[in-house]
């Protein structure tokens, strides 16, 4: 069985970390012959080079990372694959393929919105107004692509509207997004969360949106929800059916 080596960002909140175990759980519990194994990027343990190497020595030939991001931004750009290719480097015979990140995707909005639901916001109430909420990234395209979720779920929702807004590094943020909303005629908040987990950022959002409206509603996280395991799934079996079996020989 080729092990699964999923590799979230890492956060020092404990909480993070707790989800993604959570996470993987619902993962073990899809496919529980999977060989399935957390590793970070950086700030929890263990690290993803700590985890291949573990691999290594334990015989396997091949692994299967699954980053745990939701967009293509620089973790998963630059941090994953340098983190793989030091492991190669050590482990020529080790053959990794890394797919591709978790978002975005049908089943992550498919997600997201139930958590909004969960928070007791329901679709076609013209009084409330949706911010959706994500990290934000030096890289541009990531950020267009949360800007364009939110677009398709203004277009669709029956709300009075729904804006992206930023933690850090991209505009708009909270206060921005809330004020559009109100200009659309929204009396009431909504934060849907585009993080995977708890953690610093997620808590900023969470802060300014109170700020801006003390009832706000606020979804959770993704976290350990059946259709995000089923993605992480879905990306661990497609990269698999695309080895070249010739190169283990």
Same mark, same amino acid.
């Given at each position: ?44 343990? $263990?690290?993803?080079? %700590?985890?291949? &190497? ?7 030939? &091949? ?10 931004? /620089?973790?998963?750009?630059? @941090?994953?694959? +340098? ?7 050590? /482990?020529?015979?080790? #053959? ?7 978002? $975005? ?14 928070? +007791? ?29 939110? @677009? ?13 807004? /930023?933690?850090? #590094? ?21 934060? #849907?969360?585009? /993080? ?18 003390? %009832?706000?509603?606020? #979804?959770?996280?993704?976290?350990? %929800? ?24």
């Amino acid at each position: 069985m080729t092990p699964l080596v999923a590799v979230a960002h890492g956060s020092r909140d404990p909480r993070s970390a707790a989800t993604v175990a959570e996470l993987l759980d619902v993962v073990r519990a899809l496919n529980p012959a999977l060989d399935v194994r957390a590793a970070f990027l950086d700030l929890s343990a $263990p690290r993803l080079g %700590d985890v291949l &190497r573990a691999v290594h020595g334990e015989g396997h030939h &091949r692994a299967v990372v699954v980053p745990l991001l939701l967009g293509k931004a /620089f973790h998963a750009r630059v @941090d994953v694959p +340098g983190a793989v290719a030091e492991v190669r480097r050590l /482990f020529p015979r080790l #053959a990794v393929t890394t797919t591709d990140v978790l978002g $975005p995707d049908p089943w992550l909005e498919s997600a997201a919105l139930r958590r909004l639901t969960e928070a +007791g916001v329901r679709p076609g109430d013209r009084s409330t107004g949706v911010v959706l909420a994500g990290a934000g990234s030096s890289h541009a395209p990531a950020n267009a692509a949360v800007t364009a979720m939110a @677009d398709r779920w203004s277009a669709r929702s029956g709300w009075a509207g729904v804006e992206p807004a /930023f933690a850090s #590094a991209a505009s708009p943020d909270v206060s921005t997004a809330v004020a559009r909303l109100r200009a659309r005629g929204a009396t009431r908040v909504a934060v #849907a969360s585009w /993080f995977l987990a708890p953690g610093l950022l997620p808590d900023r959002i969470t802060a300014q949106a109170l700020a801006q409206d003390p %009832d706000a509603r606020i #979804a959770a996280p993704l976290g350990a %929800d059946p259709e995000v395991a089923e993605l992480v799934l879905h990306r661990y079996s497609t990269a698999l059916a695309g080895l070249d079996v010739r190169q283990y020989a």
